[in-house]
């Protein structure tokens, strides 16, 4: 439950315990600057393990890499003694980072090789709960190219935090992205991730985002225009601020930054389903509800007769008119408290009208609060949406209402909200 105060609180924290790193390499110009990690991390206390492929030797050696402060370099499976490195390695570290993940690491992770030291590791390491988090750097065609998107997109949807690349001149003397970030920005960022992972005051917040889509037929669906750019930016927002969040987004929307588990959805159906084990599985504190849900399913797809069509096999003609029938879909928010494992659960929903008139704005938001029990409102009027402005008003069920003038300001707002949840 809450209290709400308009308390600025810093959105920031200091790291404060050291860790076992596991970093894995792989070949690429990026190797001598990821190098340098191992000196950063080693110096703030942590302890540093290596795995490398075998073309890293063609760029950085392992003496250096030891010099640097790792305690061991694993390059080889088959070493003599090191047997059951490759599955003790993953169980010592706190956290795995693969840096720099060349375009090549990164398609055969997703594709499941397992086929040298780090890939076989990686295997091995996953499914522990502990943080599992890729560094890309290439070339920005090999970057653009599909391959490397779609494993990307997977390796997402399977919990791994794939860091953004950063773009600029490139080491083959392009411009474009695919640069792999600076070092101080990897080690902020894996600060940021342990801290998470670690703080016990850290709240547990569900966001959803993105809209839903009902499917049609196998290639048509009904959508609509969300982009989940601002449950993005909380997603963002909160996790540096140390909260532990799980962004659960639609399969286009707008990913967030800064990592955290991104469990993905399609329709009303797959998000009901998917909201309903996440809220009985984990004991969440906060439920911000932004995904746009479609008020209706397709309930069935006629001819201009009204014979019915079976659209669930294949695509539909278009030859002729067809008559869709709509069903209405029962309200998620009004559920969120009840699916929940935690009953006092925080729940923040959001109301976008289409009037000019605050009276009917206001009954829109009330209305939320008596239908879904919600503790607040984030309502914003498309009138007010443009290019250069997205104004929100965040209301409480104490009635206090505060304006913000855009996605940061609604952040820091819900921010500070989110440090009166007990
Ligand atoms: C000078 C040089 C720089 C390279 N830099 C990169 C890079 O930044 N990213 C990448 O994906 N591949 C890069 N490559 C290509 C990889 O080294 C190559 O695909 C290799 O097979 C990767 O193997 P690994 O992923 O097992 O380490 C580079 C190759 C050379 C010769």
């Not at 080491?171 to 474009?176: I, L, P, S, T, V």
């Not at 879909?329 to 009208?353: A, E, H, M, Y």
């Not at 707002?413 to 989110?418: D, E, G, H, R, V």
Request: charged share 25%; glycine share 6%.
């Amino acid at each position: 439950m809450l209290k709400f105060e308009t308390v600025e609180k810093p959105m920031e924290h200091n790291f404060r315990s050291t860790s076992n790193i596991l970093l894995m390499m792989s070949g690429s110009i990026a190797c001598a600057k990821a190098s340098s990690l191992i000196s950063e991390w080693t110096k703030k206390g942590h302890r540093v393990r290596v795995a490398c492929t075998r073309s890293v030797t063609e760029f950085v050696g392992s003496a250096t890499l030891q010099g640097l402060g790792a305690e061991m370099v694993f390059d080889n499976v088959f070493s003599p003694g090191k047997a059951m490195e490759h599955i003790s390695l993953g169980k010592w570290a706190d956290i795995i980072i693969a840096a720099p993940a060349t375009s090549n690491l990164i398609n055969k992770l997703s594709a499941g090789i397992a086929d040298d030291a780090v890939t076989t590791l990686w295997q091995a390491a996953y499914g522990q709960e502990k943080p599992m988090v890729i560094v890309p750097a290439m070339n920005t065609r090999m970057w653009r190219y599909p391959a490397t998107q779609e494993s990307i997109k997977r390796l997402k949807q399977w919990g791994i935090h794939v860091l953004p690349v950063a773009s600029g001149e490139l080491a083959c003397g392009e411009k474009g992205e695919g640069r792999m970030l600076e070092p101080v920005e990897i080690v902020q960022m894996i600060e940021r991730l342990l801290f998470v992972d670690r703080e016990p005051s850290g709240k547990r917040i569900l966001i959803t985002a993105g809209g839903t889509r009902e499917s049609i037929d196998s290639v048509r669906y009904i959508g609509n225009i969300s982009s989940g750019r601002t449950a993005s930016r909380l997603a963002d927002a909160l996790t540096v601020s140390g909260h532990r969040v799980t962004w659960l987004g639609a399969e286009d929307a707008i990913t967030p930054d800064r990592p955290c588990a991104m469990p993905r959805f399609c329709s009303f159906e797959d998000l009901s389903v998917q909201l309903q084990t996440l809220l009985a599985e984990s004991d969440y504190d906060a439920v911000i509800h932004a995904a746009a849900v479609s008020d209706f399913r397709v309930g069935s797809v006629l001819t201009r007769d009204g014979h019915p069509l079976d659209s669930h096999t294949g695509k539909l003609s278009s030859g002729s008119d067809l008559l869709l029938q709509l069903k209405s879909n029962p309200k998620l928010l009004d559920q969120i408290r009840s699916w929940s494992k935690n009953p006092d659960v925080c729940v923040i929903g959001f109301k976008l009208t289409d009037t000019e008139d605050l009276e009917q704005r206001l009954a829109a938001v009330k209305k939320q609060f008596d239908d879904s029990g919600v503790d607040a409102v984030v309502h914003n009027d498309l009138r007010e949406i443009s290019c250069n402005a997205h104004p929100f008003c965040l209301h409480t069920s104490k009635r206090a209402m505060v304006t913000c003038q855009d996605d940061e300001a609604l952040a820091k707002t819900i921010n500070n909200l989110m440090e009166t949840v007990s």
